[in-house]
């Protein structure tokens, strides 16, 4: 556990001690012991909202604070002076899309105190977790499956008997509850239907509300878009899944990863032998091995490549950047410029490197380089020549593109791999 993250948090729950909150979804004994990748919600009063967003935003050890909002909630990703992060959310009312699921007051009135934490009773928690999970159109979490289990067996049965009753549902067990049901999803949404909050005029206002927030007041000009370039051995795929994995589990990011392009249109031998044969046989070809020497052989093939780019990359935009993905490349553009041969393409980097000017600029562009001898004690498949050159033209290429294009192009000797993901981390934050 991060000092910094810990320290927040007590100085957090510290401020708020004598405010009227209550720490939701709580399986943890305190909040300084939740999972990294897990969040913190707390339910807050409406008129406390500014205060605590004031605390959490000028707090000497948070170095950036990104926010978004939605009904009644207020979503925030918290990064700290050293490199740590937390996800904290700042509800007020608890809504999901249309439907209020539970009111404010009836959890503030079951609010109890654990361990110097205002949380709320076991019956809420299990109702909580069970009609958000239920309204997101999934089954109960199996962390709170596992949590109930802890449960003595008379506590257990009187919670499946409170749920069961209070919603006219039938659950034999908590284990039962984790697949996702669409006749219980129906009986619960009948059941809050009955609530004064859920009338079909309210219902309306808080649907208007939740799509305006989503779809026209999310920001659609975000480029949150990552390549990693490099020579085979650079160490590429290994830092693209420790980026990808701090990404999703610690900031809470969807991530897809794509490979070289956008691969809308399948590589060249797949029209001849079948997407799945091409795929395979592509995966057991060293790179590199392609002896086409023909000019217009070779325009053709980066013609069909570069159609891809553009078309492509209008489909990665709607598919992926729109809805709020990080999406990180396994290689991009640049290796047609420096290394066309690995495309099985010779034509030189002129007519490549022209056409960048058309192709959707990364925000963040990261080129792993190592000095031949590391290089080829992790493998073996190129010449120490061929690797310091094509470092060298890699370089050359990012240094002139960070001063011609948008984006940061980032060179990074890649021999100490916490050293290198802290680098790419730092860059990270500076630019999203």
């Not at 004598?18 to 999972?35: D, G, I, M, R």
């Not at 999901?96 to 404010?104: A, F, I, N, S």
């Not at 020497?293 to 935009?317: E, H, K, M, P, T």
Request: aromatic share 14%.
């Amino acid at each position: 556990m991060s000092k910094d993250r810990s320290n927040f948090i007590r100085s957090l729950f510290d401020f708020i001690k004598n405010k009227n909150y209550v720490w939701l979804k709580a399986t943890s004994e305190t909040p300084e012991s939740v999972p990294v990748n897990s969040d913190i919600d707390l339910l807050i009063q409406s008129n406390d909202l500014d205060k605590v967003l004031y605390f959490i935003t000028s707090h000497v050890l948070v170095d950036k604070c990104r926010s978004r909002s939605e009904n009644g909630v207020l979503f925030l990703l918290l990064l700290f002076t050293d490199g740590s992060s937390l996800k904290l959310d700042l509800l007020t009312k608890l809504i999901r899309k249309q439907w209020t699921y539970l009111e404010e007051e009836y959890v503030f009135k079951n609010r109890i105190r654990q361990h110097g934490i205002f949380t709320y009773t076991q019956e809420l928690l299990l109702e909580h977790t069970l009609l958000f999970n239920a309204l997101n159109h999934s089954g109960l979490p199996q962390k709170y499956i596992d949590f109930f289990h802890k449960i003595p067996e008379p506590g257990q049965r009187q919670l499946l008997h409170f749920i069961n009753e209070k919603y006219d549902l039938a659950f034999p067990s908590f284990a039962a509850m984790a697949g996702f049901d669409r006749s219980v999803r129906k009986q619960l949404i009948s059941c809050l239907k009955k609530k004064p909050d859920n009338s079909p005029l309210r219902r309306l206002k808080s649907g208007f509300e939740y799509f305006s927030k989503n779809l026209v007041g999310r920001n659609h000009f975000s480029n949150e878009v990552i390549t990693f370039s490099g020579v085979d051995g650079a160490g590429k795929t290994t830092l693209l899944n420790d980026l990808k994995t701090v990404l999703s589990e610690q900031h809470s990011k969807k991530v897809v990863v794509l490979r070289h392009r956008p691969s809308l249109f399948p590589i060249l031998s797949a029209w001849q032998n079948g997407k799945a044969a091409a795929e395979a046989k592509a995966a057991a070809t060293l790179p590199r091995q392609g002896r086409n020497n023909s000019r217009i052989s070779s325009l053709l093939r980066f013609a069909y490549y570069f159609a891809d780019y553009l078309i492509g990359q209008i489909y990665v935009w709607f598919r992926y950047i729109l809805p709020g993905y990080t999406v990180i490349y396994d290689r991009y553009y640049f290796d047609f410029i420096v290394d066309g041969k690995r495309s099985n393409i010779a034509l030189g980097e002129r007519l490549p490197r022209w056409l960048y000017r058309f192709v959707a600029k990364p925000a963040l562009n990261i080129f792993l380089y190592a000095e031949p001898a590391v290089i080829r004690q992790r493998k073996q498949e190129l010449p120490a020549e061929d690797i310091a050159q094509m470092t060298s033209r890699y370089q050359a290429l990012f240094n002139d593109f960070a001063g011609h294009y948008s984006g940061q192009y980032l060179c990074i000797e890649n021999n100490d791999r916490t050293q290198s993901l802290h680098t790419i981390l730092k860059h990270y934050a500076s630019i999203f």
